[in-house]
């Protein structure tokens, strides 16, 4: 009797544990998620594969740790509104390649570097993960992430380089491709497909 | 040092001034957004057409040229060079921002870098531990309250702002270095600057070659990059409004 007592509080408490711990997002969790993020990208750095592999691994990682759906409807912005949902899908789509061969490109920088996390502190509803990159031949400086759990996942949805906000950039980039090709959205998935 | 300020210097502080009380003012609202204030876009676009060009056909190959026949200790050496002679002005900047500790710092810095460091191609105060200094007039001017102004960018230059355009402006002016009765070169200040340029030029090639060369409006990039760089620096970033991504529709994406 007592055992299946001690059992049934057991479970109970278990089942009420599990999702707060799954799902409250805190400055632990927040900071751990971006150190497996740099965790995974050093990984992929050091493994020696060929870019366009590199390339594939970095959209699997760029996947697993950041809101994608965010990430893509910010960079669309107020033109986001007036796609149909076949074009919202297709665009997050190619939009996940470009920023994958875009950065990736750029991530052969980090070999020989590292990327360490200096503190982490709640803003509203999200966290902000303070790290100081230490490339080679360069002075240090400051990458921010932004992580919320918007989605039911911990992930990052922004990252700042020196203040730069990497999001707004994308907008503004997406936002002349689309001037580029007078508004036309199909048009402008199809160059982003394309765009290295 | 005896300060030695030639008749040139007044039109120049004259048409900073004009250039200054010119420009007109961005609505406090659209500031505090983050916006940004270019009212005179057409210009900068044509001067920024202009620099891609000279970028293109001189400074880039240049730059790429100076980066691969000289070794990168040496460039490190020149950068060094260049960052070190800019510290007396510095720290004049740093006293008229009110902060004389810091300003002491720029001074030591000058001082160890020039005796131990073979006249500033090396960098000793920082293996001592010495704080970085980096400084402007365009920050004291910030510190003095002045805005931000609107966008420009400057021929050969590259992006700016109005305030900043005064800044840099004084700053080549009020170098005590450029002044010096004893200056070893005419404008060893501007050579240097412009080598250690060159060195940022090649070092950091691919992502600036991104932003000119690869993006869809490369005036566009530069501007939004150079200005949230410049807030950053400044510590104006606060004041830019985050949105909130609880409140993004995301549907469908």
Redesign the interface.
């Known amino acids: 009797m007592l055992n299946r007592r001690t059992f049934c509080l057991g479970l109970g408490s278990a089942m009420l544990a599990a999702p707060t711990a799954a799902l409250a997002l805190n400055e632990a969790s927040a900071s751990k998620l971006i150190d497996s993020l740099i965790t995974d990208i050093n990984k992929a750095i050091g493994s020696g594969k060929s870019e366009a592999a590199l390339f594939r691994d970095f959209e699997k990682i760029f996947k697993r740790y950041s809101d994608t759906s965010y990430i893509a409807a910010y960079a669309m912005g107020a033109d986001g509104r007036r796609a149909t949902s076949a074009q919202k899908k297709a665009f997050s789509k190619a939009f996940q390649g470009y920023m994958s061969r875009k950065y990736g490109s750029r991530f052969r920088e980090f070999i020989g570097g590292r990327l360490e996390v200096t503190g982490v502190k709640k803003v509203k509803k999200w966290y902000e993960v303070s790290t100081v990159a230490y490339l080679q031949g360069q002075s240090p400086f400051e990458v921010t992430f932004q992580v919320s759990d918007r989605s039911g996942k911990d992930l990052f949805f922004n990252m700042y380089i020196e203040g730069v906000n990497l999001l707004l950039t994308e907008r503004t980039e997406i936002g002349a491709m689309l001037d580029r090709r007078g508004g036309d959205i199909d048009a402008m998935i199809a160059d982003l497909k394309k765009t290295s | 040092m005896k300060l030695h300020l030639r008749p040139i210097f007044a039109p120049f502080l004259l048409s900073a001034a004009v250039l200054l009380s010119a420009c007109a003012a961005q609505s406090p609202e659209s500031r505090a957004a983050g916006e940004i204030f270019d009212p005179h876009e057409n210009t900068n676009r044509s001067i920024h057409n202009f620099n891609r060009g000279v970028d293109r056909y001189a400074f880039r190959p240049a730059s790429k040229g100076y980066v691969s026949v000289v070794p990168?200790d040496l460039v490190?050496a020149f950068n060094n060079f260049a960052v070190n002679i800019s510290m007396p002005g510095q720290a004049v900047n740093l006293l008229l921002q009110g902060k004389p500790k810091q300003s002491g710092i720029a001074l030591s810095r000058f001082v160890v870098n020039t005796i131990f460091g073979i006249g500033g191609l090396g960098d000793p105060s920082s293996d001592f531990n010495i704080a970085y200094i980096d400084t402007d007039f365009g920050e004291t001017l910030h510190v003095w309250g002045v805005e931000e102004g609107a966008y420009v960018e400057l021929p050969f230059y590259g992006p700016s702002t109005a305030r900043d355009s005064v800044g840099v402006v004084v700053d080549f002016f009020t170098n005590p270095i450029t002044f010096a009765r004893q200056n070893p070169a005419d404008n060893i200040g501007v050579y240097s600057e412009i080598v250690r340029r060159m060195g940022d030029r090649g070092?950091y090639s691919?992502?600036i070659d991104?932003i000119l060369y690869?993006?869809?409006?490369s005036y566009?990039?530069a501007r939004?990059?150079f200005l949230?760089?410049r807030?950053?620096?400044l510590g104006e970033?606060g004041a830019i409004t985050?949105?909130?991504?609880?409140e993004?529709?995301?549907e469908?994406?």
Request: no cysteine; net charge negative.
């Open positions: 990168p490190q070092t691919d992502t991104a690869e993006s869809a409006d566009a990039q939004q990059i949230q760089n807030r950053f620096q970033a985050e949105v909130d991504p609880f993004l529709d995301t469908g994406f």
